[in-house]
């Protein structure tokens, strides 16, 4: 079974979630192989990209694992967000919660660590530049090409970070 990790920024305007989210199912359907085992996602269901590759592993009828980085992570979210989030948590075929109670950086980095655990790969929605904060897009993927683990990143052509 392949497993799948995802990290990108968050905040980012609708037409770039656009952009991403025909580039992660593109991504997600590449790896489908018929007749060889599941694809498996693994995400920490964020706004954003996290959860468009979420969604996107669903329909596509792979299995999804949600890691939760600490009690308080949801009402962390944005308050719009939580639909989504609670749709994504119960579709998951696993949920890891790890055992932090504020959701804050730290507890974000740990998210991203055990997700990266979880997975053969990391697809990365990445703009290429540095962290705005630790446990950001970019420490995910240092993180994983230390581990030597494959990295691909997709920022398409139009993308923009405010």
Same mark, same amino acid.
Not at 93 to 117: F, K, N
Not at 138 to 153: F, K, L, N, S
């Given at each position: ?29 590449? @790896? ?38 600490? @009690? ?21 075929? @696993? ?68």
């Amino acid at each position: 079974m392949t497993s799948v990790a995802i990290t990108g920024h968050r905040g980012l305007p609708a037409g770039t979630l656009a952009l991403v989210d025909r580039a992660l199912r593109l991504e997600v359907a590449l @790896r489908i192989r018929p007749g060889e085992t599941e694809l498996t996602g693994v995400s920490c269901l964020a706004d954003g990209p996290d959860s468009l590759f979420a969604q996107a592993i669903l329909d596509a009828g792979g299995r999804l694992v949600a890691v939760v980085p600490a @009690r308080t992570y949801r009402a962390s979210l944005p308050a719009s967000h939580h639909p989504v989030y609670d749709h994504l948590v119960a579709a998951a075929s @696993r949920v890891i919660e790890l055992d932090r109670e504020t959701s804050d950086p730290e507890a974000h980095q740990a998210g991203s660590l055990r997700m990266l655990d979880e997975s053969d790969e990391l697809l990365a929605v990445w703009d290429g530049l540095p962290a705005r904060g630790f446990g950001g897009t970019a420490d995910v993927v240092a993180t994983a090409r230390e581990r030597g683990m494959p990295v691909t990143v997709l920022w398409p052509e139009g993308a923009e970070r405010p």
